[in-house]
């Protein structure tokens, strides 16, 4: 399963698709009716077959389609959307007779803002003006309780707040919401975040288990947090400039009780040989 910057967001929404309307209420305040549901994401049933958007979702009015939306996963502006995405609006129109909008899913503000610039589709006041969104525009999700209903939504806005006023509440409420997914949801989403958040909230995140009142309870937490623990041992021994055979490297990492790696990384602060770190 991919775990790139484009893909996740996608993951999410097919994860769970009522993600979808909560960004839209939240941020756009715009309400759609009806039971959200994936649909086929392909339009192989037209010309060109070529055609396929990143995700769709679907909003079930009376047992039959009320209403899609389009999910686009847009790092940076890319010219040739502007003609594809009113064609994937015009097929799912198409093909389900309903209303159709595009929701495009963008890193930061820079390229949300270059994203939502206004198609012009030639035809006198038919202008296309895509909804963009970034984590900046979602707000922060401080309440254990609420980031578990929703983990998507907290993953996706604790980025943007991880360094703000509100820290430490996002952090322990997104890392509480990703310890209560099941499978590889967890660990893909827990990756996810650690490649967006600033050094500063990566710490805080791992240091949420000594946090008072909440301890890690799903295996991969504990491993990624014995993970940091075994780089701060590597990194010491690094920086002090003291040779690390492969051997003792792959002691270090393949370690996975967090106390004994506390206890090297006290040592790797005194100790002279590399391989005294176990003695």
């Not at 979702?57 to 790092?75: A, M, N, R, T, Y």
Request: aromatic residues 6%; proline residues 7%; negative net charge.
């Amino acid at each position: 399963m991919s775990t790139s910057a484009h893909e996740l967001p996608l993951e999410m929404v097919r994860n769970r698709p009522q993600l979808v309307p909560t960004i839209l209420r939240t941020v756009f305040d715009l309400d759609i009716l009806g039971e959200a549901r994936l649909a086929s994401e392909s339009f192989a049933g037209f010309n060109p077959p070529e055609l396929r958007c990143d995700a769709t979702v679907l909003f079930d009015d009376d047992e039959k389609p009320g209403h899609g939306v389009v999910v686009e996963s847009q790092q940076r502006l890319d010219e040739n959307k502007s003609f594809s995405w009113p064609a994937y609006l015009a097929l799912l129109r198409l093909r389900h007779k309903c209303g159709t909008t595009l929701l495009v899913l963008c890193p930061d503000e820079n390229s949300a803002r270059r994203c939502a610039a206004p198609i012009d589709m030639g035809h006198p006041k038919w202008v296309l003006e895509p909804l963009t969104v970034h984590p900046g525009m979602l707000p922060p999700i401080t309440d254990p309780a609420e980031a578990a209903r929703m983990p998507e939504l907290a993953v996706l806005s604790a980025p943007a707040h991880a360094d703000g006023p509100h820290a430490s509440a996002v952090v322990s409420a997104v890392a509480a919401a990703i310890d209560t997914l099941t499978g590889d949801t967890g660990p893909l989403y827990h990756d996810y975040l650690r490649t967006l958040l600033s050094d500063a909230a990566r710490k805080l995140l791992e240091d949420t288990v000594k946090t008072a009142g909440y301890e890690w309870q799903s295996d991969f937490a504990k491993t990624h947090i014995a993970e940091g623990e075994a780089d701060a041992v590597l990194s010491v021994l690094e920086t002090r400039g003291i040779p690390v055979s492969n051997d003792i490297r792959d002691k270090v990492v393949d370690c996975t009780d967090i106390d004994q790696l506390k206890r090297w990384v006290r040592r790797a602060v005194v100790i002279d040989h590399a391989e005294q770190l176990f003695d």
